[in-house]
């Protein structure tokens, strides 16, 4: 694998990659857990290259995250206002990317509310785009870090089963996680109540569940989603604790699962809505704290990996 | 009750097998133990009941049931509902959430379960409401209230408008295989209305609703049921093409069921004759060919439960002129002799006229009930099937007297009425 070359110029989603390309993401990652664990974190991979963060959502783990990775790989790490900027003035999404393209940045990092709109962005710039999240499309380097998390603690994902749970409807997360473990051979399952499974999520390669205590029979790792507070108004589901109920993660649901599941959560959580505060904290289950640590290694190897990939100046266009 | 009580030398009719023949019950300790011909007067029993040759049948069990409990008691409480039921033969009644407050949360159906307990004769569930005081706009704590003990969601008499709303509900009650009713009726069309449109509406000079109100709602119905894959009752159908409908999506594999107000089956638009305000109901009375087409799916076991449609409304309510009226009528007790005289009429069995008051809806909830087995609930009713005698509605025992059937003449009557072996009603 030491030879195999990724090949993609921006990483938009988990769509598109293969097996490959996401172990030598994850390997890759491997290595930067090991510099993040040091006391001088710093490689000069990236010196001379200039990051753009360009979060049209607000966010506060996944822009961190990013601007960590950039700058512990020695590179110029931007981070625009977009709630200040010439996009709320009225500018289009398309001149903003041309705005910021003629500043000759080498990586953009882009999350925005709207499906789509990263893809778009990155047909319209030189440089390399990694989406930090569009819409309810995709996230891939969550499911990246979830990926690598899982394999550093858990072990070879080929074989395993692996539950998500919560409001996949909505959700990037889930999208991104159901291509990521399909890849990397895992069996998927998907618990939820209807309202907030997607039309054809059967046909995702994952098996659905309603009853989230069948769902978690012989689970090895549980990962549950946020569901967000508009969701619980009465359109998509009754409440917050009928919810929980039902679909909360707490000690009696987890106990249908594998003796020592592990269990996940993108954050930030819902404590009692759902996940059970004693659940998420549980000292050698909850990887959740893990997963945050993940996400800047693996942030590392992407970055690295797709400067890698930008071709030289004068040769684009 | 400890001991055996045995029923011998009735007419045994049971829906649920086709069963109509000569023999008995034995119950112990309120369940049926044994039944059939080899039941007979020499049973060795500690009570032994001669039901004399008249018919011994599954007590009815009643899907659609308003009471003013709580919020209107001077319209019914559970008490004088049961009361009624119980002479009318219904064993088991589930009650409509239309009331004051609405039964839209589990402290709600707790209520109503421990009203009921301690006052009724018979079994009452409470049906909860699909939306937050039945506003149609944000669905009630589906999960939570059925496993509280809920018969099934539906909104009542104020159907969900708003389709996106009723498709997540729908899509959220599939979820936990809940059943949900609905009223097809599309209030655009039939707000303000007082009768079935047509021209005997037209020589009253009254508003009619069109039956389109019913086909719009009930084709939108079941396109939603067909997609999200719910569990739907098509809740009081009243016209030849909603049946057709309901039939047509059930053999395209939609999990849909229909009920049918009894009256539906016994009365038609002509009968609200000289602006009779105790004949305004929804769905209004049909036409004539609607009222036989229903009776053919009765025939044909089309129907899966008749209901009275109970909804008690008082004096002073009712003798207003026509337009100001409250709808409704009362049911409990004229829904069996209904039937009866239905199935004498048209020549229908008395095991398949019955199916849709007994097993046809017990098998809708999962009930034990409503049927003569082994190991089912000592639910039964004793009647004389042929018994000619006039409605008058100064007799009925339901606290509110609006019935329709008020000298009206029928063929059939309840004799006794035992809900888990225990004597409710008895005939003086």
Not at chain 1, 33 to 50: I, P, S, W
Not at chain 1, 226 to 245: I, K, N, V
Not at chain 2, 93 to 113: E, G, K, R, W
Not at chain 2, 115 to 135: C, F, I, N, Q, S
Request: include cysteine; hydrophobic fraction near 45%.
């Amino acid at each position: 694998m030491a030879d195999y070359a990724f090949s993609h110029r921006h990483l938009l989603g988990i769509e598109g990659l293969n097996r490959l390309d996401i172990e030598t993401l994850l390997e890759l990652g491997d290595k930067y857990v090991e510099l993040n664990r040091r006391r001088v974190k710093h490689a000069d991979t990236l010196a001379g290259r200039t990051l753009v963060n360009l979060f049209f959502e607000n966010s506060t783990r996944t822009q961190g995250s990013f601007e960590i990775a950039g700058r512990r790989l020695g590179a110029d790490v931007i981070t625009m206002p977009i709630a200040t900027s010439s996009v709320k003035k009225g500018e289009t999404l398309i001149d903003t990317a041309m705005t910021l393209n003629a500043m000759r940045p080498d990586l953009l990092v882009i999350r925005h509310g709207s499906s789509g709109a990263v893809k778009l962005l990155s047909r319209k710039v030189d440089c390399a785009v990694i989406n930090a999240g569009d819409g309810t499309h995709e996230h891939p380097t969550q499911a990246l870090l979830d990926a690598l998390t899982i394999r550093r603690r858990v072990g070879e994902i080929s074989g395993m089963r692996i539950a998500i749970c919560g409001d996949i409807l909505h959700s990037r997360v889930a999208r991104s996680n159901v291509a990521c473990l399909n890849i990397l051979g895992a069996q998927v399952r998907l618990i939820a109540p209807r309202t907030l499974t997607p039309p054809g999520a059967a046909d995702w390669g994952a098996e659905v569940f309603t009853d989230m205590r069948k769902g978690l029979a012989g689970c090895d790792v549980v990962m549950m989603l946020r569901l967000q507070q508009e969701r619980m108004d009465g359109a998509y589901l009754p409440s917050a604790r009928e919810f929980f109920h039902f679909y909360g993660l707490d000690a009696d649901k987890l106990s249908h699962a594998n003796p020592n599941a592990f269990i996940m959560h993108p954050g930030p959580m819902n404590r009692g809505v759902e996940i059970e505060s004693g659940i998420a904290d549980h000292k050698t289950r909850s990887l959740i704290t893990e997963q945050v640590e993940m996400g800047v290694a693996v942030r590392m190897a992407v970055l690295e990996t797709l400067a890698k990939n930008a071709p030289e100046p004068g040769v684009a266009k | 009750m400890t001991g055996l009580t045995a029923i011998y030398n009735a007419r045994l009719i049971d829906p649920a097998t086709g069963r109509d023949e000569v023999g008995g019950v034995l119950i112990e300790n309120g369940v049926i133990v044994e039944f059939g011909p080899s039941v007979m007067k020499t049973a060795a029993a500690d009570v032994k009941i001669d039901a004399k040759g008249k018919a011994l049948a599954p007590g009815l069990i009643d899907l659609r049931v308003k009471t003013g409990e709580p919020g209107a008691e001077n319209k019914e409480t559970l008490q004088t509902a049961s009361d009624a039921a119980a002479a009318g033969g219904v064993t088991t009644f589930v009650v409509m959430p239309d009331t004051d407050p609405v039964i839209d949360s589990v402290a709600l159906v707790d209520f109503i379960q421990r009203r009921a307990e301690g006052v009724a004769k018979v079994k009452v569930y409470p049906a909860g409401g699909l939306t937050l005081g039945l506003d149609g706009a944000k669905m009630s704590e589906i999960g939570l209230i059925r496993e509280a003990g809920a018969a099934f969601f539906t909104n009542g008499d104020r159907p969900v408008e708003d389709a996106g709303v009723l498709r997540r509900a729908m899509s959220y009650a599939s979820s936990f295989d809940a059943l949900v009713a609905s009223r097809p009726d599309t209030p655009a069309l039939s707000k303000n209305t007082v009768m079935n449109a047509g021209a005997f509406a037209a020589r009253l000079g009254l508003r009619g609703a069109p039956p389109e109100a019913e086909w719009i709602a009930l084709e939108r119905d079941l396109m939603l049921a067909e997609t999200t894959g719910v569990r739907l009752l098509a809740d009081c159908i009243s016209t030849a093409r909603s049946l057709a409908a309901v039939e047509r999506a059930r053999k395209a594999g939609v999990k849909v069921s229909c009920s049918v107000a009894s009256y539906s089956l016994f009365f038609n638009e002509l009968d609200v004759g000289d602006y009779l305000t105790y004949c305004k109901v929804q769905p209004p009375f049909r036409s004539e060919t609607d009222r036989m087409a229903l009776i053919a799916g009765l025939k044909r076991g089309a129907i899966d439960a008749v209901v009275s449609a109970h909804d008690p409304q008082p004096t002073e309510d009712k003798r207003l002129p026509i337009a100001d009226a409250a709808f409704g009528a009362v049911g409990l007790e004229t829904l069996l002799p209904c039937l009866l005289s239905i199935a004498i009429r048209e020549d229908i069995p008395l095991a398949q006229a019955l199916k849709p008051v007994t097993s046809g809806p017990a098998d809708l909830l999962g009930l034990p009930q409503g049927r003569i087995a082994k190991g089912a609930p000592a639910d039964l009713v004793l009647f004389d099937p042929a018994a000619p005698w006039a409605c008058d509605r100064d007799d009925l025992v339901s606290r509110s007297k609006n019935s329709p059937f008020d000298g009206r003449k029928f063929e059939g009557r309840v004799l006794r009425t035992w809900v888990n072996g225990q004597t409710v009603y008895e005939r003086g």
